[in-house]
């Protein structure tokens, strides 16, 4: 899995080592399954009138899909904590999603190969040329 951590603000190299670990720590059961992951960190007015950090994470999943999140908090540790929970959260939903998606394509294609090599139930039997 690689991870990209991108700073709005001058921050030291301690964020970026904090992010990796802390998305290591929560997807470690889907670290298979996911392929990069982005984390966008910026500052932003807060309506209290401070700064506030925003952390935005966008999770690229291996088989197909992605996982979004974007989460504000007061401290930027905080803000990191809170958006990797809730990205481990959406990565495992949309995986399962995937999954439900997948096996019910599954059953109907199999169900359509069985419906084609049932026999007709019309009641009548398939006529080949020359009878009558």
Do not use: W
């Not at 998305?23 to 209290?48: C, E, G, I, K, Y």
């Not at 088989?63 to 990565?91: C, F, H, M, N, Q």
């Not at 096996?103 to 009878?131: C, D, I, W």
Request: proline share 5%; charged share 25%.
């Amino acid at each position: 899995m690689r991870i990209d951590v991108y700073r709005g603000f001058d921050a030291p190299e301690s964020f970026r080592n904090y992010v990796g670990l802390r998305l290591m720590s929560v997807l470690d059961h889907l670290v298979r399954q996911v392929n990069h992951v982005a984390v966008n960190l910026t500052h932003v007015h807060a309506p209290d009138g401070g700064i506030d950090t925003r952390c935005r994470m966008l999770a690229l999943l291996a088989p197909s899909g992605e996982a979004r999140i974007d989460e504000t908090d007061s401290g930027p540790y905080a803000a990191i904590d809170r958006a990797a929970e809730k990205l481990a959260y959406a990565v495992a939903l949309e995986l399962a999603r995937g999954e439900m998606e997948a096996r019910s394509l599954r059953n109907r294609r199999a169900g359509v190969v069985e419906a084609a090599l049932r026999p007709a139930t019309t009641g009548h039997e398939p006529r080949t040329l020359g009878s009558r």
